[in-house]
Every structure is written in structure tokens, then in C-alpha cells.
């Protein structure tokens, strides 16, 4: 064997070490966070509320500022980021990300609250509208349940990002969470508040259909949510031969790639099945391309001193708003001329 090949040979190893460490990692610390969390908040919740409202909080509770698990999660992706960086003059703590982290806590109180509200009308819409879609699982084990409500639910997250690239109006909201030039564990929070609120409806219905109410299923979650910001993280790896199953950087990196060729690929959130179903994906697994909006007047962030974050947080939810408002003008404008 060749030194060149050696070489390579030990990086893919130190490669792997750290990722099946950061990964045990996360894992330890998300379940200590959600268990930490069922002390405190969650059974208020529980007891309050119906089987449905349980589970969302569940979902609302996978980030939750006042665990201190939830930083050391974060702490974890610093490090693996640092050790493998896709882009490595990227800082740790980019100007990107400290803007993410404005999204992240000026979007967290009023979501969760927005969430929480969402889900009592939603069980009660579902119970009145929808109850037909309730597959009996009472005899499945609760694996089962889980597993096929994570099926139902991807391919529903699928289909919904599917929609926010090629449906106009959609797309509006969803350049904000594409502007990101710097990727990095805060990046899935840079999302318009109208998307999360859309989003969290479609993870209602899988839960709803496959009746999931125990612990078990809040653990799962919490750490699916932090999967999705490992796959956001500024981390060089394709994951080895799980990228034929999952999402991972490199994929997703993809997905965020200013570039025209890579434009609408890889729109999977966990399973990469449905982009190999839908024609969607994107094979080559080695390329880390740039990432962010081309050819958009975006109010990109370009400082975080001060308080310029929340500023800049301000013109970037309205940003859709102001496209809409333009677009509608120029209706009005192109009748007038018609009428002349
Ligand atoms: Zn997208
Ligand atoms: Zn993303």
C-alpha cells in the first residue's frame, strides 16, 4: 500500500471514529434533554391536554433554550464541525449563524405558544373532519406505529418542500431559510414563521392517523430534529454507504447549493427514497458546492454586532411580504397599461 493510499485510509477511519462519537453523542444528549424535559414541562402538558396535544408537545419541546443539554447537543456539532469543516474559512461563529441564532430565539416563544394553540384546533378538526383516516393499531406494537408514522410523516415533509420550490408564492418564504451563505447547526432555524407553522401541521396528520402517545415516541423525535441540524452543519462528510439511504451534509449541502445545476435536487428530509421515487436526487455524492440565493435582492445579513441581528431578522420576515406586494402591484400596473 502506497504512503498516498495509507493516508487516506487513516483520515476515512479518524473520519468515522468521529462521527459515530458525535452521533453516540447527540444521542445521549438529546434523550438526556427530553428526559430532563418530561420532569419539568411535559407533564403539565400531559396532563392537560389529549394523547394528540401530548405528542406535539413533544414536538415543541425538541428545543427547548432552558435545557442545558440542548447546548452541549450544540457543542457537539461545533467541535465535528471544526474537525471536518465542508468549507474550512468558514468561522465557527459566522456572522450566518449568529443571525440564525436571532432566528432561533426570537421565533422559539412565540412558535411554541403558536404551536401549542395550532394543536388543540387541529385534534379538534381532525376529530370532527378527519377520523376516518385513524388506522386501527391498537394491536401493532408501538415500534410499528412509530415506524410507519415516520414513513407517512417523510414522505409528507418531502412532499411539502417539494411544493415550497415550485409553488411561486411558497417559494417566497422559503428563500429565506435557502439565503444561508454559511451552513451551520443553527441553519434549520432560519425559517419563516408561516413555514413552521405549515410544517407542524403535516407532522399532525401521520401522528393522528397512527395515535402515537407514549414517551417512546418523543425521544425518537428530539432526535430526529437533531439529525436535521447535523445535516445542516458546515460538516464534510457523505456518511459513507448510509448516503444511499439518508440524508447527510453533503446531500443536503446540495439542496442549499447556489449553483443552477444542483437547482431543485435532494428535497428528502430523513429517507432518500422519495427523491430516488421522484427523479429529484442528485448522485454525485463528493461535491460541497457554495451555498445561498443567486440573483435575489435578499437583505442578507452582513454584521452581528449590536443589535443589527434582530434588524436584519426584521427585513427578512417581511422580505416575502414585500415580494408579494410587488407582484400584486405589478398586476394592477400591467391592467392599467392594457386599459390605456
Ligand atoms: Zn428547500
Ligand atoms: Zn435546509
Not at 459513507?240 to 449541502?253: A, C, I, M, W
Not at 452582513?302 to 398586476?331: D, E
Amino acid at each position: 500500500m502506497g504512503n498516498r493510499a495509507r493516508i487516506i485510509l487513516a483520515r476515512r477511519f479518524f473520519g468515522g471514529v468521529v462521527l459515530v462519537g458525535a452521533i453516540s453523542c447527540l444521542a445521549f444528549l438529546s434523550f438526556k434533554a427530553f428526559a430532563l424535559d418530561t420532569q419539568t414541562i411535559l407533564p403539565y402538558l400531559i396532563a392537560h391536554s389529549t394523547s394528540l396535544t401530548n405528542y406535539l408537545a413533544y414536538k415543541i419541546e425538541n428545543a427547548n433554550p432552558l435545557n442545558p443539554y440542548f447546548y452541549g447537543g450544540f457543542l457537539c456539532l461545533l467541535i465535528v464541525e471544526r474537525l471536518m469543516p465542508a468549507k474550512k474559512v468558514q468561522k465557527m461563529f459566522s456572522v450566518g449563524m449568529l443571525q440564525d441564532m436571532a432566528w432561533f430565539l426570537v421565533n422559539k416563544v412565540p412558535l411554541t405558544i403558536v404551536d401549542f394553540f395550532n394543536a388543540v384546533l387541529l385534534t379538534s378538526l381532525y376529530k370532527e373532519y378527519l377520523p376516518f383516516l385513524t388506522i386501527d393499531v391498537t394491536t401493532w406494537p408501538q415500534t410499528y406505529r412509530v415506524i410507519m408514522a415516520l414513513l407517512v410523516g417523510d414522505f409528507l415533509g418531502f412532499f411539502h418542500h417539494y411544493l415550497r420550490h415550485k409553488v411561486e408564492l411558497f417559494w417566497y418564504f422559503h428563500t429565506i431559510h435557502h439565503s444561508q451563505r454559511e451552513m451551520n447547526p443553527f441553519a434549520d432555524h432560519r425559517n419563516h414563521f408561516l413555514e413552521s407553522m405549515i410544517a407542524f401541521m403535516i407532522t399532525f396528520i401521520p401522528a393522528a392517523m397512527f395515535q402515537l402517545d407514549t414517551i417512546s415516541t418523543g425521544y425518537f423525535i428530539v432526535f430526529i430534529s437533531w439529525y436535521t441540524r447535523f445535516y445542516h452543519s458546515n460538516i464534510r462528510t457523505n456518511l459513507g454507504f448510509l448516503k444511499h439511504f439518508l440524508v447527510t451534509p453533503q446531500s443536503h449541502r446540495i439542496h442549499h447549493s447556489i449553483e443552477e445545476r444542483h437547482m431543485d435536487k435532494n428535497f428528502s428530509t430523513l429517507f432518500t427514497v422519495w427523491d430516488r421515487l421522484f427523479g429529484t436526487l442528485y448522485e454525485n455524492y463528493d461535491e460541497y458546492p457554495d451555498t445561498g440565493i443567486a440573483g435575489y435582492r435578499f437583505p442578507l445579513e452582513t454584521s452581528a454586532r449590536g443589535l443589527s441581528t434582530l434588524a436584519t431578522y426584521w427585513a427578512q420576515t417581511i422580505y416575502p411580504f414585500r415580494l408579494i406586494r410587488q407582484r400584486i402591484g405589478k398586476v394592477f400596473y400591467s391592467e392599467r397599461e392594457l386599459a390605456r
